[in-house]
């Protein structure tokens, strides 16, 4: 019998699983008040924090049952005071959506949009903190996914310091695959999900903050489920949540951070993810597509292409998935400019193989 190949995901998240993580899936039926749940909890929070060997010590995690984007709002519900002010930096969809999520709880904040795309302005950030002298925080996107535009903490998180505000960072696309120094970055807490650049699956997200500003910064979240001290406060005394945790997805996320130590962690990963980028570049460049920003702007996780005039991107999609391969259409705008290509998860050479295969027939003239 001819072994049907497998279909791989090429969108930014959820990712095709190793086959030890799916099998982690498997592992049980498991009440989430027993305290073998418990003991999973505080061993997922104890390899989340050194996941980056510089947070080790300083900072400490909490776990809870959503999207990337619940762990967004509800570090945002949680630390953004309601008697000073936030600016929001957004370049993209994702920066955006954090100014919608401060508006909905009724937090002070400012915006500074720049177009989905463009780098930050750091001369702006500058003016927009000595213009507004009780910005505590900045929030920011570190990878864009709505173009792969990856910010640049290391410059911002100057600007930041010379004005005494620290970030509230949304990680969720490049936790696990780009660097996140957090000795030289002024990270208040931080925001991601074990779907991504974690190769766990959909339903488990987590914050990060320092160890401090669990202690002395939490702020009434103005929500039940989104109120991160509860968590906190029962899953680093006791190891349990205030809610129903999603048992099975914590199964495979401590699979995929074990897996993640014993490949060589996230710099491995960040090199794995290069490679396979470059190797997708060569073949398209090839058939003459371009990319939507300068090679050096991307993230290694995704990168953006602009499709070929007089091709849709439904005839891509279409195209590509016939192939069992899955890529993902631009957002608002872009929708008919450009597609995206994510180089996360289980991915082989043979796989690769076949992509290029793929894309060939896709493209070709």
Partial sequence: MTKVPRTILL???PVTLSDRVRKALMSGDWCHREPEFADLTRDINRRLVRVYR??????ESVILTGSGTCAVEAMLASFAPHDASTLVLANGVYGERMARMLEAHGRPHHLLKAAWGDAIDLDQVRNELQKHPDIRYVAVVHHETTTGRLNNLTALSKVCAERGAGLLLDSVSSFGAEAINADELNIA?????????????????FVLARKDAWRNHLVPAGSVYLDLAPYHEAQHSQGYSPFTQSVQP?????????ELEETGGWEQRRSVYRRRAGYIAVTLK????QTMLPPEEYSCVLWSWLLPEG???QHVHASLKRDGFIVYQG?????QEMFRIAHMGDIHNDDLDRLEAALRKCFAR
């Fill in 286 to 289: 090839k058939l003459g597509l």
């Fill in 189 to 205: 807490a931080l925001a991601a999900t074990a779907n991504k650049c974690l190769h766990g699956v959909p339903g488990i997200s």
């Fill in 331 to 335: 957002q608002g705008h872009f929708s």
């Fill in 250 to 258: 914590a199964f495979a996320l401590r699979e995929a951070l074990e």
């Fill in 54 to 59: 510089e947070m080790t010590g300083k900072y």
């Fill in 311 to 313: 091709l849709r991107y």
């Fill in 11 to 13: 969108n930014p998240g």
